[in-house]
């Protein structure tokens, strides 16, 4: 899905200060000409590094349309993710928003609310069977599912518990077809994640249109105070536009 930034919206000649700062700018331009050629693919790219790190230190936007399938709403959040994640190597920003957003919709169907980890801390070294452990039912929540993850479902059949793993739409397939390598296959539950996060929205606001809206703020609040809890990077929290 599509999504476009605003640098500014008011970034042109009416702007306050600009032109103050463009004179500025072409002196400074000036005087780095002096001292000898400008490379200005290299200039350029210095400025678009610049809006890169101006747009990852922004939260996530959701914008609730009611014409708009909840499944829509959740996949563009996670499509924000991804495109934020393709910008910066090394992140992990699409499984760190599941886990949490996964973590704030159990937070709202439970009684009480779960214990919650940072996206970055591994179950081994912590000691869990999963991401999130309710009753006997383990859940791993992933964007990946790997032969690793089947073996640590494998685990916890052994040890009486029923593995979950909610995941995209691809990593459900592949999850899926790994399950089946590992004749595991009707023994582990695999949900697609916008279905499961959507479906339970409705469920909990009863699905009338102002309960779907009032629960869909109530799983960002509840997202917004696991990672504030949890993890060091703010921009991973989101915004809700009315």
Same mark, same amino acid.
Not at 18 to 35: C, I, P, Q, T, W
Not at 64 to 92: C, H, I, M, P, Y
């Given at each position: 899905?599509?999504?476009?930034?605003?640098?500014?919206?008011?970034?042109?000649?009416?702007?306050?200060?600009?032109?103050?700062?463009?004179?500025?700018?072409?002196?400074?331009?000036?005087?780095?000409?002096?001292?000898?050629?400008?490379?200005?693919?290299?200039?350029?790219?210095?400025?678009?590094?610049?809006?890169?790190?101006?747009?990852?230190?922004?939260?996530?936007?959701?914008?609730?349309?009611?014409?708009?399938?909840?499944?829509?709403?959740? +996949?563009?959040?996670?499509?924000?993710?991804?495109?934020?994640?393709?910008?910066?190597?090394?992140?992990?920003?699409?499984?760190?928003?599941?886990?949490?957003?996964?973590?704030?919709?159990?937070?709202?169907?439970?009684?009480?609310?779960?214990?919650?980890?940072?996206?970055?801390?591994?179950?081994?070294?912590?000691?869990?069977?999963?991401?999130f452990?309710?009753?006997?039912?383990?859940?791993?929540? !992933?964007?990946?599912?790997?032969?690793?993850?089947?073996?640590?479902? +494998?685990?916890?059949?052994?040890?009486?518990?029923?593995?979950?793993?909610?995941? !995209?739409?691809?990593?459900?397939?592949?999850?899926?077809?790994?399950?089946?390598q590992?004749?595991?296959?009707?023994?582990?539950?695999?949900?697609?994640a916008?279905?499961?996060?959507?479906?339970?929205?409705?469920?909990?606001?009863?699905?009338?249109?102002?309960?779907? +809206?009032?629960?869909?703020?109530?799983?960002?609040?509840?997202?917004?105070?696991?990672?504030?809890?949890?993890?060091?990077?703010?921009?991973? +929290?989101?915004?809700?536009?009315?």
């Amino acid at each position: 899905m599509a999504f476009d930034l605003v640098l500014a919206e008011e970034g042109g000649r009416t702007s306050r200060g600009s032109v103050g700062n463009m004179r500025k700018y072409v002196v400074f331009l000036n005087e780095l000409h002096a001292s000898g050629p400008i490379d200005f693919e290299q200039l350029e790219s210095w400025w678009i590094e610049r809006v890169r790190e101006f747009f990852s230190g922004k939260p996530f936007v959701l914008r609730f349309d009611a014409s708009k399938s909840l499944r829509t709403v959740v +996949r563009d959040l996670l499509s924000q993710a991804e495109k934020r994640q393709a910008q910066a190597n090394g992140s992990t920003f699409v499984g760190t928003m599941l886990q949490h957003l996964v973590g704030a919709k159990l937070n709202l169907l439970l009684d009480s609310p779960l214990h919650h980890h940072g996206a970055s801390v591994a179950d081994d070294v912590s000691g869990r069977e999963g991401d999130f452990i309710i009753e006997d039912v383990s859940i791993h929540v !992933t964007t990946s599912p790997s032969e690793a993850l089947i073996r640590k479902c +494998r685990r916890n059949l052994e040890n009486g518990m029923k593995p979950v793993i909610i995941t !995209t739409y691809r990593g459900a397939v592949l999850a899926e077809g790994l399950a089946e390598q590992a004749d595991m296959a009707d023994r582990i539950d695999v949900f697609e994640a916008e279905q499961f996060i959507a479906g339970n929205l409705y469920e909990i606001g009863k699905f009338a249109q102002i309960g779907r +809206r009032t629960t869909a703020e109530q799983l960002i609040s509840e997202y917004n105070a696991i990672v504030d809890e949890c993890e060091t990077d703010p921009s991973l +929290r989101i915004d809700v536009f009315r």
